[in-house]
């Protein structure tokens, strides 16, 4: 089946750690995005990648990297510099045929001791 | 400066009625409009969408409505069912990668 794979569902992690979020699709898609949804709030997006080897910061990149070195992967790793990082992220991806309609993983749900 | 808005947090209603969510956009480049379902712990599953040239579109129990003066659209779900249950989010696009997304609205379908 295709689709979109995040792990860990969730995630504890002390503070002042990295920790890296998991984020896999075997849907052929292009572009793939991390978002981060916290209470009473849309989905923030943190990072983007549009093709291999590229991606772009988004409106809170702030205390987060990502890479894109393969197609189907677009791990994120939420840095001790991040000052509130308890939250639920998404990954989503999109073909460049359906540049609008995104399709999300479960998600991760991190946690900070 | 939020350009979607989705202005109530929660929205109660009765199973079988209709069921309305709202959703308001500041930017009139805006060409694409989603939404998209949310249960607890998942993530978001797309809904239905309306390009800007059409003012309506149909999807079995949902229909999105748009109204570009007023930089409105919304959901309605008819006849409402318990599975319907979710938070509701609209999106907006500009042609572009990048999503544009609202708050969210949380639906509660009474028995």
């Known amino acids: 089946d295709g689709g979109i794979t995040q792990s860990p569902k969730y995630l504890f992690r002390k503070e002042g750690q990295n920790v890296t979020l998991s984020c896999e699709q075997n849907?052929?898609?292009?572009?793939m995005y991390w978002y981060r949804q916290d209470p009473g709030q849309g989905l923030r997006l943190i990072y983007y990648?549009?093709?291999?080897?590229?991606?772009q910061k988004g409106d809170i990149a702030e205390g987060y990297s990502v890479s894109r070195e393969k197609k189907e992967s677009f791990p994120l790793t939420v840095t001790s510099a991040q000052k509130n990082p308890t939250a639920f992220y998404l990954c989503a991806s999109n073909s460049r045929q359906s540049t609008d309609t995104q399709y999300f993983g479960p998600g991760t749900r991190l946690t900070v001791l | 400066d939020q350009q979607v808005k989705q202005n109530s947090p929660s929205l109660s209603v009765q199973e079988g009625r209709i069921s309305i969510l709202n959703c308001d956009y500041t930017n009139s480049m805006f060409d694409y409009f989603l939404w998209y379902k949310k249960y607890p712990a998942e993530g978001p599953t797309f809904l239905i969408s309306?390009?800007?040239i059409k003012d309506k579109n149909e999807d079995g129990r949902f229909t999105v409505f748009l109204n570009k003066s007023a930089k409105h659209l919304s959901l309605h779900i008819v006849p409402s069912q318990p599975g319907d249950s979710a938070v509701y989010f609209c999106?907006?696009?500009?042609?572009?990668?990048?999503?544009?997304w609202g708050a969210g609205t949380k639906l509660i379908i009474k028995p």
């Open positions: 309306i390009s800007s």
């Open positions: 990648s549009q093709i291999v080897n590229d991606f």
């Open positions: 999106a907006a696009s500009e042609s572009n990668y990048q999503l544009i």
């Open positions: 849907l052929n898609h292009d572009a």
